[in-house]
């Protein structure tokens, strides 16, 4: 522990810079006894991604159109974390979760997929199969032509 957390890294040479994020800490919910009573250890980090400087122009609108539906005032992109009793292990909860958010809202769209049409061959071959379990049910079941 100790030190200041590392920049979040998006993909390749993309970090986020401590200073374009922004942290508040409150009181967890749920059990924990005493010590969740005094202090503040669940994590809120809040990023503005509509005006950081830190993605590149391409990036920032693929991320935008992806989280559009996730943004606060339609530019925050807003992680909580609390699953743990230390304000410490929290923040690097969040901090990952940011960093995975936005490295899958800036990945590359999928390759188109290329239509084929299955061979000839296959095709026969799946149709004498379909004959043939045919022929091998309706010898099981007493009835005859």
């Not at 609108?61 to 410490?88: D, F, I, M």
């Not at 022929?135 to 009835?143: D, N």
């Amino acid at each position: 522990m100790g030190g200041m957390p590392e920049p979040i890294r998006v993909r390749g040479s993309v970090v986020v810079p401590d200073a374009e994020l922004q942290w508040r800490f409150s009181r967890s919910s749920g059990p924990g006894g005493q010590h969740v009573n005094t202090s503040d250890s669940q994590v809120e980090l809040r990023w503005d991604l509509a005006a950081s400087a830190a993605l590149p122009p391409v990036l920032r609108e693929r991320a935008l159109e992806r989280l559009a539906g996730r943004l606060v005032e339609g530019r925050y992109v807003v992680v909580r974390a609390s699953e743990h009793r230390s304000q410490w292990r929290n923040r690097e909860a969040a901090a990952a979760r940011l960093g995975a958010l936005l490295a899958e809202a800036t990945a590359p769209p999928p390759k188109a997929r290329r239509a084929t049409r299955p061979s000839r061959g296959m095709v026969e071959r799946r149709l004498e199969n379909k004959r043939r379990r045919s022929e091998v049910k309706r010898g099981r079941s007493g009835w005859s032509e």
